[in-house]
């Protein structure tokens, strides 16, 4: 019987991809769109940087924007599933699981 890797540094299923985007954001109760960063993105996951602090379990839903006029926002529901320490400039930094991406 083999024995199994020791490495439980690396967690995700599937490779982040370093994006550098502005985004929008969303509660669930609210209509009212906060800007972001998007950080990093993976098939299950993205990073995020927001000015405000939220709790863990919080659903969000968060737009992707083109710079094309006849292009839709993409748009993806969210949930915080952990805080981050790493954040470029902004206050918060959280690890969301991917929901569902609407339209696709």
């Known amino acids: 019987m083999s ?3 020791d490495n439980t540094t ?3 299923f599937s490779p982040r991809a370093p994006i550098n985007s502005e985004i929008k954001y969303r509660l669930p109760d609210d209509t ?4 972001g960063i998007l950080i990093n993105v993976s098939q299950t996951g993205i990073l995020i940087g927001l000015k405000h ?3 863990g ?3 969000l839903t968060v737009l992707m924007e083109s710079h094309l006029d006849d292009e839709p926002p993409v748009e993806i529901s969210t949930e915080i599933i ?5 954040c470029e400039n902004h206050a918060y930094c959280y690890g969301c699981k991917i ?6």
């Not at 929901?99 to 696709?104: E, L, W």
């Open 3 to 5: 024995k199994l890797s």
């Open 99 to 104: 929901i569902n991406v609407k339209d696709f």
């Open 53 to 55: 602090k939220l709790s």
């Open 82 to 86: 952990r805080e981050a320490s790493y």
């Open 32 to 35: 009212n769109l906060s800007s």
């Open 57 to 59: 379990d919080t659903i």
């Open 10 to 12: 690396e967690r995700r």
